[in-house]
């Protein structure tokens, strides 16, 4: 499986592990990598001083490379980026919003920068700001997504740039990846499937529900916000979407989702925590170690790619 | 410069312009999110021929920002 990706970022397997809130900490990160694929630590909202720890507790578990995933919002996004740079982590990705501001002080310290982006507009303006390669997101990942899918997004992102792109959303298995291959990526981002890994730290039932959800588990709330996300539904995305559809206002709506993710995710709420899941949870139905996932990947897809020559 | 500006939005967004004016707010009246914000301004940084970093996308919240900004700018 090589590819630009994996030798942009100088790992054996382009199959990234996405920067999730709450769930990817230096154990999960550690492992993916040990394993071959780069793990992201998700700084999200958490000071800057806690992602310098997860950092230095990455490298003692592994000397292989691994990324941090910068949340723009956060308030503390100037103070990552920073630390980033002083603790030569040699890969970063991004979200919610555009990185231009970091892009100077991070190409200096010969970090590779990759975007996430929902659309060709933002593809095009982040490879015209230097970075090195780019994650396409389509709307059936779990969390904030965008409009449009992964099958209608990865080829036009592609047609617009130059650089690499990393496809995420919907995928878990060899076939995702190899459609992703077709569709032109470079490279895979997942993020569900990692969740329910034996070195993700989060809460028991956040790993059941994932694996007892069905294909149509998922819903997407705040639509009318401006601000999607897709979560596994339960108590809280019922109420949430029935307001929603009622016309409520952001303040509103805003408090049955404040603290959700952590709720779900730490304490194991499943009824009114933020259960953040992708579309593909229905197909994760097999907990095992990150090491024997991706190995699994990897034959999948191998198998997959190279049987294609008896195509008439 | 705001009917150039109209252009643009009705065109990139298909948003219908009859009743924006300057103090109009792209997400309060115009309804625009992130993404749709993005589209306009790559479209107006080709129009106007200048680029516009995102820092100071920030502070632009109205119809009427964006043309101070690009006469500015020119």
Redesign the interface.
């Known amino acids: 499986m090589k590819t630009k990706v994996s030798s942009l970022l100088g790992i054996t397997y382009p199959i990234i592990q996405g920067g999730m809130a709450w769930v990817a900490e230096y154990h999960l990160a550690a492992a993916v990598s040990e394993a071959g694929g780069l793990g992201l630590i998700g700084a999200a909202s958490a000071p800057a001083e806690w992602v310098r720890d997860q950092i230095r507790e990455a490298k003692k578990l592994t000397s292989k490379p691994f990324g941090v995933n910068i949340m723009l919002m956060s308030p503390y996004a100037d103070e990552v980026a920073k630390i980033i740079v002083e603790e030569n982590v040699k890969v970063v990705t991004t979200g919610a919003g555009s990185p231009e501001k970091y892009m100077k002080m991070w190409k200096e310290a010969g970090i590779k920068v990759i975007p996430v982006v929902a659309s060709v507009a933002l593809a095009k303006r982040m490879e015209r700001s230097g970075a090195d390669a780019l994650v396409a997101e389509g709307c059936e990942a779990g969390g904030h997504i965008g409009e449009s899918t992964t099958m209608a997004l990865v080829p036009q992102v592609v047609d617009a740039v130059q650089i690499p792109v990393i496809a995420a959303g919907g995928i878990a298995d060899g076939r995702g990846i190899a459609a992703a291959f077709m569709l032109g990526a470079q490279g895979v981002q997942m993020g569900t499937h990692f969740v329910v890994t034996d070195e993700c730290q989060v809460h028991e039932n956040y790993k059941e529900r994932i694996i007892k959800a069905k294909d149509i588990d998922s819903r997407v709330t705040g639509r009318t916000t401006g601000h999607p996300v897709r979560a596994l539904r339960n108590d809280m995305t019922k109420q949430y979407i029935e307001l929603e559809n009622k016309g409520a206002g952001f303040e509103e709506l805003e408090q049955l989702t404040l603290g959700g993710l952590r709720r779900a995710v730490v304490e194991g709420d499943m009824k009114t925590g933020s259960v953040m899941a992708g579309q593909i949870a229905g197909m994760v139905k097999e907990r095992m170690s990150c090491k024997a996932l991706i190995e699994k990947l990897v034959s999948e897809t191998d198998a997959l790619m190279k049987g294609m020559k008896g195509y008439e | 410069m705001l009917e150039k500006l109209k252009t643009l939005i009705s065109e990139n967004l298909e948003i219908n312009t009859d009743n924006v004016t300057e103090s109009s707010s792209f997400?309060e009246d115009l309804g625009i999110?992130?993404?749709d914000l993005?589209?306009l301004?790559?479209a107006m940084e080709e129009e106007f021929d200048i680029e516009i970093?995102?820092?100071d996308l920030e502070n632009m919240s109205t119809v009427g920002d964006v043309i101070e900004y690009i006469e500015s700018h020119k």
Request: charged share 35%; aromatic share 10%.
């Open positions: 997400k999110d992130s993404l993005f589209e301004v790559m970093p995102s820092d």
